[in-house]
């Protein structure tokens, strides 16, 4: 899977918001400052080529929508950036957002007992 620019990224992130949209509609749920309408074209006609998106098309509209999803995208993401930045430790990426201050005890505890419970056998 290749990796979004920011541009593209919010493009997606319309997408995976709306689900099947007009380019109109997707520009409605952007962020200010609001890209023109071109641009917003021109990044979906390049999501397209990457495999992001593909359309239906109504006459000469056109509705995209999302062929990744947005926990699939999340998932290759999170990993490039364990293995860029952490060693691809995920223990390393946790110590550092504790060092950090950015993860306190009581977050610490929610992940543990969620890890624990993701590991107990299915019934």
Do not use: C
Not at 5 to 19: D, N, P, R, V
Not at 34 to 51: A, D, Q, R
């Amino acid at each position: 899977m290749k990796q979004l620019t920011k541009a593209e990224e919010q493009i997606m992130q319309a997408l995976w918001e709306t689900g099947p949209a007009f380019v109109k509609d997707i520009i409605e749920v952007m962020p200010e400052p609001k890209p023109h309408y071109n641009t917003v074209s021109t990044l979906i006609k390049i999501l397209i080529e990457k495999g992001f998106v593909d359309f239906k098309a109504f006459g000469k509209s056109h509705q995209y929508f999302a062929l990744v999803t947005k926990d699939a995208y999340s998932h290759k993401t999170v990993n490039n950036i364990v293995k860029g930045y952490f060693n691809g430790s995920f223990s390393n990426m946790v110590s550092f957002f504790v060092k950090e201050k950015e993860l306190s005890i009581s977050e610490l505890e929610k992940l543990i007992t969620q890890i624990k419970e993701s590991q107990k056998p299915k019934q």
